[in-house]
């Protein structure tokens, strides 16, 4: 989880490819409308994004219900949507990719081809609630390369996949979502 330009595709996508789960970019599931919004530099809202979170939180309920683990790069901006996306569910493991506005604004401006333009950056900035301590997440600097997260949050599933029940999470002896990274 994070804002735009932070790296949560690239670092969640290989951590699905290293743990054979299931991965989701959460862009896919927003609506036309919502993309069209966001294309002509109007920042979503929470009327845009409930339902947006509730088909990223269906998904997810699929995966599980099919026995498959999953990795979802999204960018969770409040805790609210944080818990819309959890569902009630204890297993999941929120990755806050965390960085300074000038240094995403830079990989912001380098990017080509999405259709979310640097100049909402700063609504993103504005809308983040960094997770606290009460909430099942990690915090990652974006100054970290992306294997050195990817071996971070491996550590700290460790004790799941080995079918521990460590704090929130496992439990199951299957391991835990990410649901959003």
Same mark, same amino acid.
């Given at each position: 989880m994070g804002v735009s330009g932070c790296g949560k595709s690239t670092v969640a996508s290989r951590l699905a490819q290293r743990l054979g789960w299931a991965f989701a970019e +959460?862009?896919?599931?927003?609506?036309? &409308?919502?993309?069209?919004?966001?294309?002509? %530099?109007v920042p979503l809202d929470d009327a845009d994004r409930w339902p947006w979170l509730d088909s990223i939180a269906?998904?997810?309920?699929?995966?599980?219900?099919?026995?498959?683990?999953?990795?979802? +790069?999204?960018?969770?901006?409040?805790? &609210?949507?944080?818990?819309?996306l959890a569902? %009630?569910?204890?297993?999941?493991?929120?990755?806050?990719?965390?960085?300074?506005?000038?240094?995403?604004?830079?990989?912001l401006a380098g990017r080509t081809g999405h259709y979310m333009p640097p100049s909402l950056l700063r609504s993103q900035f504005d809308t983040l609630e960094?997770?606290?301590?009460?909430?099942?997440?990690?915090?990652?600097?974006i100054e970290l390369s992306p294997e050195e997260i990817v071996e971070a949050v491996l550590g700290k599933l460790g004790p799941r996949l080995r079918g521990g029940d460590e704090g929130r999470g496992g439990g199951e002896g299957r391991g835990g979502d990410l649901s959003a990274s």
């Open positions: +959460a862009d896919r599931f927003h609506s036309p &409308a919502s993309v069209a919004k966001m294309s002509s %530099g269906a998904w997810i309920d699929r995966e599980r219900r099919e026995g498959r683990q999953c990795v979802v +790069a999204c960018s969770a901006l409040k805790r &609210a949507y944080r818990e819309r569902g %009630g569910r204890r297993h999941e493991l929120f990755v806050h990719l965390h960085g300074d506005y000038e240094t995403i604004a830079a990989r960094v997770p606290h301590a009460d909430e099942n997440a990690l915090v990652m600097s």
